[in-house]
């Protein structure tokens, strides 16, 4: 076995190709855009490289086959709350079924964390954000993963635990038929709202994206930026996310709530665009926009994401939520757009969102885990703490 970092145009296109080489068996796997991982690791292309900075490695054969990757990552914005030691990341680790292997990958990792100061590392993850291949597979392999959902053979969980790594927390993704009935809770509320002056539920547009970016920043910041790591984002900062996701958003399935025109709720939804980018073999290029643009007129992509969900405190608890879904479902249920609903992930830690799940009627489609290995092996391991509400 040969252990070689990831430093040029070669290295970099093995890194690639591993992933898709370990999946090609199984019919659901959907490869990620290279540019979109590539972009990982460019310091002009992810903010991450402002707080640390990151490392590849790949594995090959002596035969030049390549076996395994692995990548470690550094971030002072990196905090989870309840930890008290620098922790470090792992991500986009592939490997052959060989628990050898494996541990070269792993150990590579971790001696270059220690080096960097970390005392514990959690894996697999993104350098980045939570939307994008965080997290294990550990149920749900038959099913195609949406977009920027980590999918792996599901050998993998015996390599992390047999190397020490344990659960930090489980990730819950919930599904539902887009024309599944609502609970009658919903239509009550529904009318109790309707019912109310002030109160208004409408979807958004797309000629008016800069408005709502506004009110998505109001909702999140509100409902959302005080617990755990997260951050106050910026209306700046949404409308650049509107603009990226323009192309393919459907202002049908993007939802607020108001009381006398201020955002108290919302309600973000997206077509799940790897049911176009699985046609594409991670190549996104001119042909594959053109494709693209054609799939989405033709209405080729029938599974809805859930991207967004938030109430501001004041507004908890009252039913407003179930105002604002209930609009939504009156609107898109039973006309042949969408059929499938699956929304992201909710950790273990976040009983009341996972809560909010189960009260749609969702059913659990998959479970993915973040692993925590702790380099002290004295130290006692404690998993993620359950989210406070206020």
């Not at 594959?288 to 989405?296: E, F, G, N, R, V």
């Amino acid at each position: 076995m040969h252990l070689i970092e990831v430093t040029d145009s070669a290295t970099t296109t093995s890194f690639l190709e591993v992933s898709a080489a370990l999946n090609r068996h199984n019919p659901s796997y959907i490869r990620p855009l290279d540019n979109e991982v590539n972009d990982v690791f460019n310091p002009e292309k992810n903010k991450q490289f402002k707080y640390g900075t990151a490392k590849r490695w790949i594995v090959t054969t002596d035969e030049g086959e390549t076996v395994g990757r692995i990548a470690a990552f550094t971030s002072s914005k990196y905090i989870n709350k309840g930890t008290d030691f620098a922790t470090g990341g792992i991500g986009f680790f592939d490997c052959i079924n060989d628990q050898a292997t494996a541990n070269l990958l792993f150990d590579t990792a971790r001696q270059w964390l220690t080096e960097q100061g970390m005392e514990a590392m959690d894996g697999p993850i993104n350098y980045g954000d939570r939307d994008k291949w965080w997290g294990l597979m550990v149920e749900g392999f038959d099913r195609e993963p949406m977009y920027g959902m980590s999918f792996n053979p599901d050998y993998y969980e015996a390599l992390f635990t047999n190397y020490g790594f344990q659960n930090y927390y489980n990730q819950y993704y919930y599904s539902m038929k887009v024309d599944d009935p609502l609970p009658p809770r919903f239509a009550e509320r529904h009318a109790k709202f309707k019912a109310k002056p002030g109160y208004e539920a409408r979807h958004a547009k797309l000629s008016e994206l800069e408005k709502y970016a506004g009110d998505f920043a109001t909702v999140y910041n509100a409902a959302w930026a005080q617990h755990g790591e997260n951050k106050e984002i910026t209306k700046e900062q949404v409308i650049k996310l509107f603009n990226t996701m323009k192309p393919i958003m459907d202002e049908r399935v993007v939802w607020f709530a108001y009381y006398k025109e201020e955002p108290i709720a919302m309600f973000i939804n997206i077509p799940d665009i790897n049911q176009y980018f699985k046609h594409f073999n991670g190549k996104f290029g001119l042909w594959q926009k053109l494709h693209l643009l054609w799939m989405k007129k033709t209405g080729a992509c029938k599974r809805l994401t859930g991207l967004a969900f938030g109430v501001v405190p004041k507004y908890q608890a009252l039913g407003i939520d179930s105002f604002m879904i209930n609009e939504c479902a009156l609107l898109i249920q039973n006309r042949g757009w969408y059929y499938e609903y699956e929304m992201g992930w909710a950790g273990d830690w976040n009983p009341k969102m996972l809560n909010i799940y189960k009260s749609l009627g969702g059913v659990q489609s998959r479970r993915m885990v973040t692993f925590r290995y702790l380099f002290d092996r004295t130290k006692g391991f404690e998993r993620h703490p359950e989210m406070e509400y206020k």
